[in-house]
């Protein structure tokens, strides 16, 4: 009998909805490969939906979302609409409603790309940013506003929980892979928050066994840098994660071919997909945006969903279409957005 998954797709703004297009037809292929079916609930949600009605999503969305296998985004926001408000009316949301706690950020050097860096010919690093708390925080405030006084408070939030779970999820995933854990704080300047992390994390390591080394975020910036090869697992709080994770998708040619996995690892909710980059509204609507981010997000949902085999085909698919030497013009390659998913569409077949 074939095994089916219920899909909620928010293709989203901009690019969004190009890159899911392509990431639907190809991982719909893969999953039937394996006598897998994928049915798609798709949903306009997004900044044309708040220009019309005022909300990004219906009252009801995330009751909506809740009953899905796995949620594949696009990519939300628009330059007519403030990015905090877009942020904050979807996808903050759903990361937190859901306890997506854990954000999986794998940054390799795919086949056919040239790193930016001169002498880096291989990367394969991982970033686990932690996901609901933290920075991104809605405590805080303007005080005085409209006076020469006017001050903006922002309170982080650091929860043993918090720090402890998604810390656990890193060392198990550095003991898989090369026993070697990097973890991002800044105990200089940040004086609460940021020691109180080292701790944590040091005796979440001691207890999983995982020897973690601490590295002030500015200096790892620049690490990433010099040295990528010299980390492996990385775990920071969503601030650091967030920017350091652009930063390692940068040294992997592009922010075209960065995913992300948003999981509930405790499986009590559905988990979400999405190439970290957002909407592009510079080439929006032109038909060259790289579907490899939303690609490899998609191929990581299907092996979240217990669907190996057709992840491992998806993933096989786009490398090798990358390796034959069509890539998108941001790899400096000449194949548009269409092109690129027809050739994956056509290995699988
Ligand atoms: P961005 O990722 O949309 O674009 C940054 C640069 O990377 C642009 O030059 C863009 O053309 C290029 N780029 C991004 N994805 C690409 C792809 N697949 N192929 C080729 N080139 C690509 O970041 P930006 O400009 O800061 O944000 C634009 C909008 O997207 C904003 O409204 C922002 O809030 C939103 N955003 C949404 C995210 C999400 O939905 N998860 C994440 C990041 C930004
Ligand atoms: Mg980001």
Redesign the pocket.
């Known amino acids: 009998m074939s095994r089916s998954h219920s899909i909620a797709v928010i293709a ?5 909805p190009e ?1 899911v297009s392509v990431a639907l037809a190809c991982a719909e292929r893969a999953a039937a490969r394996h006598d897998v079916r994928l049915t798609w609930r798709e949903l306009d949600w997004g ?1 044309e939906r708040y220009a019309r009605s005022g909300t990004f999503m219906p009252d009801d969305g995330l009751d909506q979302l809740a009953s899905a296998d796995a949620i594949l ?7 007519s ?1 403030p ?1 905090h408000l ?2 904050w009316g ?2 903050i949301p759903i990361r937190r409603a859901f306890d997506q706690y854990v954000n999986l950020r794998p940054a390799r050097l795919l086949p056919g790309v040239v790193s930016p860096l001169r002498g880096v010919d291989e990367l394969d690093l991982v970033i686990v940013r932690e996901n609901v708390e933290g920075e991104y925080s809605q405590v805080g405030g303007v005080v005085e506003e409209n006076a020469r006084a006017t001050t903006a408070l922002q309170q982080s939030v650091f929860t043993r929980r918090g720090i402890e779970r998604v810390t656990r999820y890193a060392a198990k995933l550095a003991a898989e892979r090369s026993g070697r854990l990097t973890s991002a704080t800044k105990s200089n300047g940040l004086v609460h928050s940021m020691p109180f992390w080292d701790q944590v994390v040091a005796e979440v390591c001691a207890q999983e066994d995982v020897a973690v080394e601490a590295v002030h975020v500015d200096a790892l910036a620049a690490r990433l840098v010099t040295a990528p090869g010299s980390c492996d697992v990385v775990v920071g709080s969503n601030l650091f994660g967030d920017i350091l994770s ?1 930063l390692a998708s940068a040294i992997a040619g ?4 960065a995913p ?1 996995a948003n999981l509930n690892p405790e499986r009590d909710h559905p988990s979400m997909f ?10 929006a609507g032109k038909g ?7 690609l490899w997000a998609a191929s990581m949902m299907l092996a979240h969903l217990g669907e190996a085999e057709a992840a491992d085909d998806l993933y096989s698919a786009f490398t090798g279409v990358m390796a034959d030497g069509c890539l ?3 790899l400096g390659g000449s194949a548009t957005t269409s092109e690129f998913g027809a050739e994956v569409v056509r290995r699988l077949s």
């Open positions: 989203g703004d901009g690019i969004g890159v900044c985004l696009g990519a939300v926001g628009w330059p609409v990015d877009s942020l979807l996808l652009d592009s922010l075209g071919v992300s999405e190439p970290i980059h957002g909407s592009a509204p510079d080439i060259v945006a790289n579907p490899v981010a939303t998108t013009a941001d």
